[in-house]
């Protein structure tokens, strides 16, 4: 969905939107097309008990003296303290009651409205990131759209006098078009989007002037990667672990890494899981998949700032071939490793493609995300991934890039006592630590794989890669969670 900015006269047809503020004030956008309706637009708003709450809507149609467009009502509240995602989540909560509708367009009426610290030109544009991102759909496998069927939207102008408008959503473009692809890479089924397939998206990179490394299974041989191609061994599908360039920064800058687990899909292997539910296991790789969408959008926006994304990609699949629990396998970085239960295979892929990180690039700072454990839903829900990492300043950018850019995080502890819970009796460390601190056990055992001195964190993003619910600005299924995180992590402490 492409949206565009307008200067010029309302639209006539389709829906428009307007930003309401509670109170006797209800704001210029309100004002205007209240009496252009004759005051049908207040009373009608009065007779719905519409009080322009922050978030509240109201769906007007047919009304008087207003040629029968639709007018939809958002609530800004005071208008004080409003955010810019507030503002965001205003213009998604407008496409989400308007797509109910089935109308065509969407107009959003902002007129110079400026709301708390947001200019007029920061909030048509941040209305737009909201409304864009909240058009997402995945439905590239549907062959007819049945009459139950709610069928896109077409048109989305933002009516705005504001001249900056259009160059605000400039970048916030950009980082809609990671978001979105990260929702794609995330949707798409085991046996559309493998590693080989996978790789190849990310080749799609180049095109933003990305430069794109696919290292194959012989090359991780010799490198004696064992600990990601164990993982790999039982499927037909070949490993491959992919790094994506971005060089916006100072030439010779060292860079920030990110890095992924790409597990495109989780059986378990031969600690096989359940059944029921094994169908979410496609998004195993939702930390490759945000991991490759933050650098499409960092490229899109040519950020300022050096950074690499390395993603590990591997299915794991039960098979005469795949590995068995009590297997003991050798990293890349010579540290052996105890297989108790196959299922726990996130942290394996990672313990190489982050040993192969620090060694190629000596980034600045590491930070990993994976759908490492189901023991982060238990702990967060889906309100927050968990951080893992022992570096206070590098939690609390974390925390803080999390508090701006809507995609939360929650500290969780790492202490000695999580490295000794996997010290195992006969290689230097097991794959598992029990139930106990089951999230917290699969941090350490990543950070068994990180150099001395190396700033890492770990983020478990197991709770956030997927949603079975709607918010205002993102569609149920895959979230695109962690691009703006990574996005806002890179802004805010790595350029200018
Ligand atoms: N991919 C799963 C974690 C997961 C579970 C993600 C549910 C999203 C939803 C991971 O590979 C896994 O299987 N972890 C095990 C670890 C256990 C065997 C120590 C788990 O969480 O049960
Ligand atoms: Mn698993
Ligand atoms: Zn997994």
Redesign the pocket.
């Known amino acids: 969905m492409k949206v565009t900015f307008s200067k010029g006269a309302l639209p006539t047809s389709g829906a428009l939107a307007i930003l309401c503020l509670s109170g006797r004030d209800r704001g210029a956008p309100f004002a205007e097309i209240d009496d252009a309706s004759g005051g049908a637009l207040a009373a009608a708003a009065k007779a719905a008990g519409f009080d322009g709450k922050k978030g509240q809507t109201l769906d007007l149609a047919g009304l008087s003296g207003f040629e029968g467009r639709r007018v939809v009502l958002v609530g800004a509240g005071k208008g004080e303290a409003y955010s810019p995602l507030d503002a965001e989540r205003a213009g998604g909560a407008a496409v989400a009651l308007i797509l109910k509708t089935r109308e065509k367009a969407l107009a959003f009426a902002l007129g110079g409205l400026e709301l708390g610290d947001l200019s007029a030109a920061d909030l048509a544009a941040r209305v737009a990131f909201g409304a864009r991102l909240r058009c997402y759909r995945f439905d590239r496998y549907r062959t007819t759209l049945e009459k139950d069927q709610i069928p896109p939207l077409a048109r989305i102008t933002v009516n705005t006098p504001a001249a900056r408008a259009r160059d605000a959503f400039a970048d916030l473009e950009k980082i809609a078009d990671g978001v979105d692809l990260t929702r794609d890479l995330v949707s798409e089924p085991a046996n559309i989007l493998y590693p080989e397939s996978f790789a190849q998206k990310c080749r799609e990179l180049e095109s933003l002037g990305v430069r794109v490394k696919v290292l194959g299974e012989k090359e991780m041989e010799k490198l004696g990667m064992g600990s990601l191609l164990g993982v790999g061994q039982g499927s037909v599908r070949e490993s491959k672990l992919v790094a994506m360039e971005w060089l916006g920064g100072k030439k010779g800058d060292k860079p920030v890494a990110f890095v992924g687990k790409g597990?495109t899909f989780?059986t378990?292997g031969i600690?096989l899981?359940p059944g029921p539910g094994m169908e979410?296991?496609k998004?195993?790789m939702g930390g490759a998949g945000a991991v490759t969408g933050a650098m499409a959008a960092l490229a899109g926006r040519k950020a300022k700032a050096n950074v690499v994304g390395v993603v590990g990609l591997v299915e794991?699949m039960p098979d005469g071939n795949a590995q068995r629990p009590g297997d003991v396998v050798t990293s890349m970085s010579g540290k052996t490793i105890e297989i108790l239960?196959t299922?726990?295979?996130?942290r394996l892929v990672l313990a190489d493609a982050i040993w192969w990180t620090q060694e190629t690039y000596q980034p600045k700072v590491v930070v990993d995300l994976a759908?490492?454990?189901?023991?982060i839903?238990i702990s967060l829900a889906h309100e927050f991934c968990g951080l893992f990492t022992q570096d206070d300043d590098l939690a609390a950018q974390l925390l803080e890039s999390g508090e701006a850019s809507g995609d939360k995080v929650w500290r969780m502890p790492l202490t000695k006592t999580h490295f000794d819970m996997i010290k195992s009796d006969i290689a230097d460390m097991k794959?598992?630590?029990g139930r106990d601190g089951?999230s917290s056990t699969?941090a350490s055992f990543i950070g068994n794989f990180i150099k001395e001195g190396q700033p890492w964190a770990h983020l478990d993003i197991?709770?956030m890669?997927w949603s079975k619910k709607a918010t205002p600005t993102c569609p149920k299924g895959g979230t695109g969670y962690g691009v703006r995180l990574l996005d806002e992590f890179i802004r805010t402490n790595y350029e200018g």
């Open positions: 597990v989780d378990g600690s899981k979410d296991m998004w195993d794991n239960n299922d726990a295979e996130g759908t490492l454990t189901g023991a839903i794959n598992i630590g089951g699969a197991a709770g890669a």
